[in-house]
Structure formats: C-alpha cells, structure tokens
C-alpha cells in the first residue's frame, strides 16, 4: 500500500511538469506572431485629379453641371410665372370690360319726347268789306295741353328722382334761352319709387296757355316768336348710379311739333358716380 507521503509528492511533480508545459506553449505562439507593420502612401496629384474628374463627371445631369439646370429651372419658372401673371390680368381685364359693358347694355336710357304741342294754326277766310275778296288768314291759337313723355329705353328701371321743367317764350326766332344749371336750379323731388320702364313712360302735361304765362296769342305769335320747354330730370339705376337728363325743344310751326335745339349744354346725358357704390361704367360725370 502507497504511502500518503509518495502521493503527495507525485502530484506536485506532475502539476510542476504540467505548468512548463504550457508556459513553453505560449511562448512558442507569442515569438511565432510578428507585430503588424503599418505603411501610409499618399496619392499623386494626378490621381487626386482623376478622382475629382470622375466625381464631377458622376454629378452631372445630361452633361451640365446641377447648377446650370437650377438657373435655367429658376428662369422657366420666372418666366411662367410672368405668363401667368399677363394672362391673369387680361383675363381680369376682359372681365371688366365685358361688365362694364354689360352695364351699359342693361343700365337704362331715359329720352324725352313731346307728343302734343298745345299750339295749333288755323286757316279761316277773312273777307274784305271793299272789296269782297276772301283771303285767307292763319290763327295761332291754344290748341290744347302740353304733353312731354320721359320714356325708359333701357333694359332695367330708371328711378326718376327729380324734375325740372321749365318754359320760355322768346321773342324772335333765332333766340335761346339760357342754359340750366341742374346744381343750381333745384327741380321738383319726385316720390320714391317712381319708376319708368320700357313702354310704360312718366308724363308730365300742363294747358300751354298756363305754362307760357299768356291767355291768347296773336294771330302771328308762333312765325315770330320762339316758344321753347327746357329743363332736366334726374333718375338712378338699382344698383345706385345717378343719371342727369337735360332737354331743350323748340316749337315747329311747319312741322306742329317740339324739336330738340341746342348744344351739350342743353341736351346731355351726365352719368355720375353714387357716392356708395363703385364707378362701374367707368363713365363719372361725362356727357354722352
């Protein structure tokens, strides 16, 4: 039987063999691995040229440079938007000129006529006592009322606000009276809502011997004398624009009627900017 002394000293033999073992192994592996050797190489400036070439040649869009497509990109866009803008204000501009001139196709057009005279030239046979020839004789007489008619061709209602009549009997026959001034000579305020439309006219009639002040006239009164209606009316569309009329009408005896007479200052049409609504028409206080 072993003794625990020989056991014990064969195995720290064994462990001792066992260590160098293994510490001859390292050191084996260790002299048998080399440290790395690490080698910088610069490039040449031809090769750094060569990389820059191909990286400008890799960044190009059809040939050009990016840049070149961003400004000429930039210049389209400037440009479409110019065309834009040239075609958004002739389309702007159409658009004004077809209201305005829808405006004036429905505004409405106030005219004056005169119907009825109220003077009239009877022929009557006046003989001679001497002689007893029989001549004949014309008489200027009343011959009923005077009748002026405001009539409405337009295409919308006119709103007649206010209106001034006024009559004149001159004497001659190549006179005028004054003109009328519609901001200093005040008319006659008429009722709100008078309204004249196509074929339904506002009138105004008097007895003429009232309007010109004589009872009887002579016999000549109406081939030597000037007998004349002159005035204005006032009148407003819907949407608020104002209107001035003014007339001026001579008797005819040839003809039996009232005949306009007399320049722009007697026979206008002034269309004037309300004060709470745009100038549409584009037409503020112009005489047409």
Same mark, same amino acid.
């Given at each position: ?11 720290? !033999?064994?462990? *001792? ?38 990286? *400008? !040649? ?12 961003? #400004? =000429? ?18 389309? *702007? ?7 305005? =001139? ?14 009825? *005279? ?15 020839? #029989? ?6 007489? %009343? ?31 190549? #006179?005028?009276?004054?003109? +009328? ?14 309204? !004249? ?6 009138? +105004? !009639? ?25 005035? %204005? ?9 104002? %209107?001035?009329?003014? %007339? ?32 549409? =028409?584009? =037409? ?5």
């Amino acid at each position: 039987m072993v003794s625990k002394t020989l056991r014990w000293n064969l195995g720290i !033999t064994l462990s *001792a063999m066992l260590l160098g073992t293994m510490t001859h192994a390292q050191t084996k592996v260790s002299a048998a691995a080399p440290a790395p050797i690490i080698v910088k190489v610069e490039p040449t400036p031809q090769e750094v040229e060569a990389v820059a070439e191909k990286i *400008a !040649t890799d960044r190009q869009i059809w040939g050009n440079e990016p840049e070149l497509w961003m #400004v =000429l990109f930039s210049g389209l866009l400037f440009g479409g938007t110019m065309l834009l803008w040239v075609a958004t204000w002739q389309a *702007a501009h159409a658009a004004e000129k077809a209201s305005k =001139l829808t405006l004036q196709l429905e505004r409405p057009y106030v005219f004056v006529r005169y119907p009825k *005279a109220g003077f009239e030239q009877r022929s009557i046979n006046k003989t001679d006592p001497q002689t007893g020839d #029989v001549e004949i004789e014309f008489v200027s007489r %009343y011959g009923g009322p005077l009748e002026i008619l405001f009539v409405n061709f337009g295409r919308s209602p006119a709103i007649l606000t206010e209106i001034k009549d006024s009559y004149f009997r001159m004497n001659g026959l190549n #006179v005028m009276p004054a003109p +009328i001034d519609p901001d200093k000579t005040p008319g006659t305020k008429q009722a709100h809502g008078t309204v !004249t439309a196509n074929g339904d006219p506002h009138g +105004i !009639t008097k007895h003429t011997y009232f309007a010109f002040g004589q009872i009887r006239l002579k016999p000549d009164a109406l081939t030597v004398d000037s007998f004349f209606f002159h005035g %204005y009316v006032r009148y407003k569309d819907v949407i608020g624009n104002k %209107y001035t009329l003014g %007339y001026c009408a001579k008797f005819d005896p040839l003809s039996d009627k009232f005949l306009p007479v007399g320049d722009s200052r007697y026979n206008y049409t002034r269309i004037i900017k309300h004060w709470g609504f745009p100038d549409l =028409l584009g =037409l503020s206080s112009q005489k047409i």
